[in-house]
């Protein structure tokens, strides 16, 4: 029996991928036991000063797996899981997939109301949570979760546990029967069946559960790692969450584990703690984002550390305007790699031999030959290269619909099983060039303009360190452009400045942002992306908050 509120490939693609060779009939558990035998004394995760091989993780896994089994969890339970980043992380996910059971990744930023939705929408059992994070401690909060969320019976900590909790780390180092080891070993784990839940990755609304099946899932770690040429040299160094997509498999550090590498978890994103990392344990690949490309960049202490061992920087989450990578390739001495994807599936990346107006303008080809990708007009034609519109897909590793939510599905995906990923591109041949999300396009009396366009530009002035340009209300044109803008240490900027900065690079005037808000720093998501939504809320306050004043002045 296989997870009731999926939305299956119809058959006829079912047979395609399995001939094909895309889906190998495997689970994921079943291919890291294969890893852990092959490579049993060679590190796979370091930590600190803590360096786990996989003859540590994977009995440890197994220990885990039968307590778990012991207490009550089942294959198909779904358990919100919020580990922090690390090996417990690892040998947790493992255990959890290794009976069956379905880990809901959450992420450590996520709070009661995330949790309690995540809990209800997917009838989870039980929550995995760090003791504390960042000076909060998750166990009163998983209480609070179990007393909203009554289909929560089981809180597991990372850590110590309150009255009534129980220990991750002391179920994974206790004793177990050898009875109790078989009974792991002893269910079965259908290919087709779901393995984990992602998260969509909107931050406009709670998001909804993604189940990915063990056959789709393997194929987009397996596959995005060959892309990006992981092998048993690889050193991965895991900075971002490693519950989100691109860390986890997109390719991220079940990919390198995958290729016979190993991983270096970060404990921060600081530079000094990432390029210290990078020096000491020879890393070879980062996957990081745009936030933090531009914190390394405009720190001064990035000289002092030899990243010579690096051959990637990644970029994942949101594109990385043309000027920044370019940035990142001389000031790091490596190539740049552009992941542009969804965690419902489809995966673009460009490829490390690409020539370099490709690797420093598009957003990638997708990974698979079989990824049905088209461009659609708003009323769902397809158009031709060249033409900007959303773009679709469907295929081996994207899923047809989102668990248990059919209303959502009759928007998400078009008629014959296309994903809508909401994002506007245009596609040269296989290789997209992403233009921003539909509602991130700023329609100022009907004259759109590309918010990542006008990006691009305003990060070439000297004094800008990141930049958001967001729409604003206006009562003729409908919406005007605001530019929120984070500035170098030391760094000034007006708005008639950025204005004649903009126009001296031949920018059509209607492109031009009519408003400047200079911020500290950008709200973030979970995952990391900056919250646009925030923003906009944030430019509407301040504007009527200056018409109030204005008022006053004048009626005074």
């Not at 990432?274 to 001064?300: H, K, S, Y």
């Not at 997708?366 to 158009?383: F, H, K, S, T, Y």
């Not at 773009?391 to 939510?405: C, E, K, S, W």
């Amino acid at each position: 029996m296989l997870l009731d509120g999926l939305t299956p490939w119809p058959e006829d693609c079912v047979r395609l991928y399995r001939e094909k060779g895309y889906w190998e009939g495997i689970s994921l558990p079943a291919v890291f036991g294969k890893i852990a035998v092959a490579h049993a004394d060679k590190e796979a995760i370091i930590q600190g000063d803590r360096r786990a091989r996989w003859c540590d993780i994977w009995p440890a896994s197994g220990r885990l797996a039968a307590q778990l089994l012991r207490i009550g969890l089942k294959k198909h339970d779904r358990v919100v899981f919020q580990l922090t980043n690390g090996i417990d992380f690892f040998i947790a996910f493992l255990a959890l997939t290794r009976i069956g059971a379905i880990p809901v990744m959450a992420l450590p930023p996520h709070r009661e109301n995330e949790l309690i939705h995540f809990a209800k929408a997917s009838g989870a059992a039980a929550l995995f949570i760090p003791e504390r994070a960042k000076d909060f401690d998750y166990r009163p909060m998983a209480e609070a979760v179990r007393a909203a969320a009554p289909n929560v019976t089981q809180v597991f900590v990372q850590g110590r546990p309150l009255a009534g909790q129980h220990s991750l780390v002391e179920l994974a180092a206790a004793d177990v029967p050898a009875t109790d080891l078989a009974a792991v070993d002893s269910i079965p784990l259908e290919s087709n069946d779901v393995v984990l839940m992602l998260l969509s990755g909107g931050t406009t609304a709670l998001p909804k559960l993604i189940p990915r099946t063990h056959d789709d899932y393997v194929y987009n770690l397996k596959q995005s790692a060959r892309v990006a040429n992981f092998g048993e040299d690889t050193v991965f160094l895991a900075v971002l969450p490693m519950a989100h997509n691109y860390t986890l498999g997109s390719p991220g550090f079940l990919g390198a584990l995958y290729w016979g590498g190993r991983v270096v978890v970060a404990p921060k994103a600081d530079c000094e703690t990432v390029f210290g990392l990078v020096e000491r344990e020879r890393a070879t690949v980062i996957a990081a984002a745009v936030p933090l490309a531009v914190q390394w960049l405009n720190d001064p202490n990035l000289v002092r550390f030899d990243a010579s061992s690096l051959r990637v920087v990644q970029n994942g989450g949101a594109r990385l305007p043309p000027e920044l990578r370019q940035r990142l390739r001389r000031r790091l001495g490596c190539q740049f790699q552009e992941v542009y994807g969804t965690a419902e599936g489809l995966l673009n990346m460009t490829r490390l031999d690409d020539p370099d107006d490709t690797v420093l303008n598009s957003s990638g080809a997708p990974i698979c030959a079989d990824d049905e990708i088209r461009i659609l007009d708003l009323d769902d034609r397809e158009l031709p290269d060249g033409h900007s519109g959303e773009l679709v897909v469907r295929g081996p590793y994207t899923i047809r619909g989102y668990y248990n939510a059919p209303e959502v599905n009759g928007r998400a995906f078009t008629a014959d099983g296309f994903y809508r990923m909401g994002d506007v591109v245009k596609k040269l041949g296989r290789y997209v060039f992403t233009e921003g999300r539909k509602k991130d396009l700023i329609n100022r009396g009907g004259e759109k303009i590309s918010t990542d366009e006008v990006e691009d530009l305003i990060l070439r002035h000297p004094a800008v360190q990141g930049v958001a340009v967001v729409a604003m209300s206006d009562p003729v044109f409908g919406e005007k452009a605001c530019a929120c803008v984070t500035l170098t240490t030391g760094g000034a900027l007006s708005f008639q400045e950025l204005q004649d900065f903009l126009l001296s690079h031949k920018i059509a005037k209607f492109k031009l942002p009519e408003r400047l808000e200079i911020l500290d720093e950008f709200p973030l998501s979970p995952a990391g992306k900056i919250l646009r939504r925030s923003l906009r809320e944030m430019v509407e306050k301040n504007r009527a908050a200056e018409a109030a004043q204005q008022y006053e002045r004048k009626e005074g």
